[in-house]
């Protein structure tokens, strides 16, 4: 089973984007996905940006994800 982290993305530059995960921010690369901009919400799988989703599928990934932890 592969997971995915749902993340807000802050800054997009060339095929990179800085996302914010939780307050935390990382780089990864954007370079599948298309028309990518400050304030969309991703899936990131694997340190890439692989779909982008609602503010509030986001929020649904959140709280499943801190039921399991």
Do not use: N
């Amino acid at each position: 089973m592969c997971v995915g982290l749902s993340a807000r993305v802050v800054s997009v530059k060339d095929q990179t984007a800085i996302i914010d995960a939780g307050g935390a921010k990382r780089e990864i690369s954007s370079g599948v996905m298309e028309d990518l901009e400050p304030g969309d919400y991703v899936m990131v799988h694997a340190g890439v940006a692989i779909a982008k989703i609602t503010e509030s599928d986001e929020e649904e990934a959140v709280d499943v994800m801190e039921d399991l932890l």
